[in-house]
């Protein structure tokens, strides 16, 4: 079956690092538009990161400098590279993939992150 499974999250103090990692199973994500959103408690999802199969990147503004989406699609896998992580980023970060607009989005099971001394 079709399957994104995420790993990667803990708790982290602010200003450490996380790599988060999207594996795909019954689908090639290289051909994919790869979504990371998070969503905390008690406030909406959000998106945060975004690569379409061409290789272009998006991020949100609080972001940027900060997280860097990327592929290996030798490994079927898809990263988030958060950096300089703020106790604002806490979140269940969530991987999201599309290959057209018409065509039903895929999720992940999400993976926690706390940012917290």
């Known amino acids: 079956q079709v399957q994104l499974v995420e790993s990667g999250g803990g708790l982290v103090q602010p200003g450490g690092s996380l790599r988060l990692s999207c594996s795909a199973s019954?689908?090639?994500?290289?051909?994919?538009?790869m979504r990371w959103y998070r969503q905390a408690p008690g406030k909406q999802r959000e998106l945060v990161a975004s690569?379409?199969?061409?290789?272009?990147?998006n991020y949100v503004d609080s972001v940027k400098g900060r997280f860097t989406v990327s592929r290996d699609n030798a490994k079927n896998t898809v990263y988030l590279q958060m950096d300089s992580l703020k106790p604002a980023d806490t979140a269940v970060y969530y991987c999201?993939?599309?290959?057209?607009?018409?065509?039903?989005?895929?999720w992940g099971q999400g993976t926690q992150v706390t940012v917290s001394s």
């Open positions: 999201n993939a599309q290959r057209r607009i018409w065509e039903p989005e895929l």
């Open positions: 019954g689908l090639m994500l290289s051909i994919y538009t």
């Open positions: 690569t379409t199969s061409g290789g272009s990147t």
